[in-house]
């Protein structure tokens, strides 16, 4: 019972993992093609809209861990 559980867990945080990896690889690349003073003011909106989903999925993983994932006991 206690492995589901880590198992379910490894599903839900495998999408943040990758969409660090993928920022962390593309953030090189877009700095060469875009100037500093469009990077800061990208950078700023993304904040903005990285709180505001912050918010908005505030107890998101709890419900699916709650009513998604079957209980097999």
Request: proline share 1%.
């Amino acid at each position: 019972m206690k492995n589901n559980y880590i198992k379910n867990f490894l599903t839900i945080g495998l999408g943040t993992a990758i969409s660090m990896i993928i920022g962390f690889l593309t953030t090189p690349i877009i700095t060469r093609i875009v100037g500093t003073t469009t990077y800061g003011q990208y950078s700023i909106f993304i904040m903005y809209v990285n709180i505001g989903v912050m918010i908005l999925c505030m107890g998101l993983d709890q419900g699916i861990m709650r009513f998604y994932f079957k209980d097999d006991s």
